[in-house]
């Protein structure tokens, strides 16, 4: 009895539908011909052997209907992490474009101000100079904050990879 309940289980938790179904098919007319070979041929002992088969036969398929829905929930989990991932990266992205596009940008103003007035006026020149070196401190200060988001807590500075000449 326990190995018929296991096959029959089996079948229905790990085979496809029209294949679970055939398997069951056969195996109901197996149990069903050893019934009528063995001569106690009764409504008891073909409802037995029916419900011998079919019981675990359905338990097995609510199991594989419920691991295949729980799959299914798991690859829709990852898909929308990996949606919120790339919407993450892609603001970030936008974030380093507008602090570098905006600081290069006032930089290049500020020293082609600078160029220009060095002859006439030294100290307008030296005080466009002392912002290009702020304006380029900030950018950078800004730019690491923005990246210490995306370094993990957990690892160990010196033992993050080290850049390379490539």
């Known amino acids: 009895l326990v190995a018929g309940v296991v096959a ?3 079948l229905g938790a790990h085979t496809r539908g029209s294949e679970s179904g055939a398997g069951l098919a056969f195996g109901l007319a197996g ?14 002992s073909f409802f037995f052997s029916g419900a011998l088969a ?4 359905l338990v097995g398929r609510n199991a594989r209907a419920r691991s295949q ?6 690859r829709e989990q ?7 991932l790339s919407d993450e990266r892609a603001r970030i992205a936008r ?8 600081s290069v940008g006032v930089m290049v103003v500020q020293a082609e101000g600078a160029r220009r007035v060095l002859e006439r006026d030294p100290e307008r020149a030296r005080e466009a100079l002392d912002s290009i070196e702020q304006t380029g401190r900030t950018a950078l200060a800004d730019m690491r904050r923005s990246l210490g988001v995306l370094r993990r807590a957990d690892v ?4 993050q990879p080290q850049p390379a000449i490539d």
């Open 78 to 84: 990852e898909q929308r992490t990996r949606l919120a």
């Open 95 to 102: 974030e380093f474009h507008d602090v570098v596009a905006h």
């Open 54 to 57: 079919l019981i675990p036969w």
């Open 31 to 44: 149990l069903w011909a050893t019934v009528l070979v063995s001569g106690q041929v009764d409504f008891g």
């Open 156 to 159: 160990d500075p010196a033992l």
């Open 69 to 74: 829905r729980l799959a299914a929930a798991e």
């Open 8 to 10: 029959f289980y089996s």
